[in-house]
């Protein structure tokens, strides 16, 4: 008489997780359009119609994957860099008191002096115990970073989703952002007649009166210091992926050179200023 347990089975949600493991690993070693319904299906111990039950196409299925993994990673920006909730943030056009006017705030000329540091202040510890989770990330997740930062699809419908897909996360990450790196973005504030599109002029910038930005100006601020962070942090991990056998703390302290010392002089007001061409 057979004395073994009977094989537990397993919910929908477990299931589905299992499919799109394996399905990560799919796209991530033969892109979007070589990869095959019929490998996923093999890899999951499943059917193919058991994997059309929760997918309804390939399609779906890639974009599900896209946005989860961008999920995980927005989530962990914001579980190891905690700062205060959104609707908490200060209201550029009705800022004042000392620090806020022409000269002073977080977008003053490197000689004006250092401002004060935003409430919720970060410190270098808490940076660099973000980055090295999100290295971390990138090491025991490999399949879907090569799926997120190097699947070249030659699919343009896939490749316009793709993209959607990552100019959706960081809009969702980027008022988060925008105060870790001392940027007064709001979604809803709107611009504010004079705001820091007015050009600046004097000796070289320096000196210069500054205003804050607001509403689509405050925006192109945040977004370029969010493409200077990405760029460093993806283009080291694509480094790592050829040597591998470089330790992570190595690429923390990359990264921390690079971008903390910009980041933090940024927080205390000290900004190299936009002069008129």
């Not at 980055?131 to 070249?152: G, N, Q, V």
């Not at 996360?169 to 980027?174: A, F, M």
């Amino acid at each position: 008489m057979s004395t073994a347990k009977p094989r537990k089975r397993m919910s929908a949600a477990e299931r589905r997780t299992v499919i799109e493991t394996a399905a990560t690993e799919v796209f991530a070693s033969h892109g979007y359009q070589r990869a095959s319904m019929e490998e996923i299906a093999s890899r999951s111990g499943v059917s193919v119609p058991v994997v059309y039950d929760h997918f309804s196409s390939k399609r779906e299925l890639h974009r599900r994957l896209l946005e989860r993994h961008y999920a995980d990673l927005r989530d962990l920006w914001r579980s190891e860099l905690d700062t205060p909730d959104p609707d908490s943030a200060p209201n550029p056009a009705s800022r004042t008191g000392p620090g806020s006017g022409p000269g002073s705030g977080p977008h003053s000329a490197f000689s004006s002096g250092p401002a004060p540091a935003p409430e919720g202040d970060i410190n270098a510890e808490d940076v660099a115990r973000a980055f090295d989770a999100w290295f971390r990330y990138i090491e025991t997740h490999p399949y879907a970073w090569r799926m997120l930062f190097s699947d070249t699809t030659g699919d343009p419908g896939v490749r316009e989703e793709h993209e959607t897909v990552v100019t959706d996360s960081r809009d969702e990450l980027l008022p988060f952002f925008a105060r870790l790196v001392g940027i007064p973005y709001a979604p809803d504030v709107p611009d504010v007649p004079g705001g820091s599109d007015a050009p600046v002029q004097g000796n070289g910038g320096q000196n210069a009166e500054h205003r804050e930005p607001t509403g689509q100006q405050a925006r192109i601020e945040a977004e370029m210091a969010w493409e200077v962070c990405r760029s460093v942090l993806q283009g080291l991990a694509q480094w790592w992926r050829g040597c591998p056998d470089v330790p992570r703390e190595r690429l923390v302290a990359a990264a921390m050179d690079a971008l903390w010392t910009g980041l933090e002089r940024s927080r205390r007001g000290e900004r190299w200023p936009v002069t008129a061409g």
